[in-house]
């Protein structure tokens, strides 16, 4: 055998013996390193492109939410319309200079009954239907169901109710009478606490 093929055998010999080795040095490193894992109560999991906490939450309209304040709202509403239209027949000169019922309550030009009075003050009482905390909730629960609570409508949903209150100003002629003004501010209050609680819940969430 000439000393090329001597050299070339031990280097295939050296190889392969290196190659042998090696894998036995790494299944030696594998099996120690799973020991130690295991030992330790540790197991290698491989990492996930996206988190379920890093996934974007769905937000979906409350249907049956919504259904039942609409609901109650228009029975209310209708009961509050039977009312004032009961006191406007007894005033039928007074109604007929009117426009609308808007425009008959927006004049003060009428009596009230004792009866329909104590009603009315009823309602609009701080703990009454028509009163600011009970109105300025359910506005705040519409809104909330029609956007399934999506933080990030929040300034859209003030946005609406500010359009819909200047629109109700139109309608009826002028400034609301002070209980609505009143329920206007608290409703905008509401909407600054959503807002800060969001807000907390944004940054505790990425601590």
């Known amino acids: 055998m000439s000393v090329n093929g001597v050299t070339n055998a031990a280097s295939d010999v050296y190889s392969k013996s290196y190659t042998s080795s090696t894998a036995k040095k790494a299944e030696t490193t594998a099996a120690e390193t799973n020991k130690t894992a295991n030992d330790n109560g540790v197991v290698y999991e491989p990492s996930k492109t996206e988190s379920a906490s890093s996934a974007k939450k769905t937000y979906k309209p409350d249907q049956k939410l919504i259904a039942k304040l609409k609901s109650d709202a228009e029975a209310r509403t209708s009961q509050l319309r039977s009312l004032v239209e009961s006191m406007m027949s007894k005033q039928a000169n007074t109604y007929g200079k ?5 425009s008959f309550l927006a004049s003060g030009n009428f009596k009230v009954d004792p009866a329909t009075r104590a009603q009315a003050q009823a309602d609009i009482a701080d703990d009454g239907y028509w009163g600011v905390e009970q109105t300025s909730g359910r506005i705040i629960d519409f809104a909330t ?4 609570g999506d933080p990030d409508k929040i300034d859209e949903m003030r946005a609406a109710f500010e359009k819909g209150y200047k629109q109700a100003e139109a309608k009826w002629g002028g400034s609301l009478p002070d209980i609505s003004k009143r329920t206007y501010d608290a409703v905008l209050k509401k909407f600054d606490q959503m807002a800060e609680e969001a807000k907390n819940t944004a940054v505790g969430g990425n601590d």
């Open 98 to 102: 009117a426009n609308d019922i808007w």
């Open 145 to 148: 169901a029609l956007t399934g």
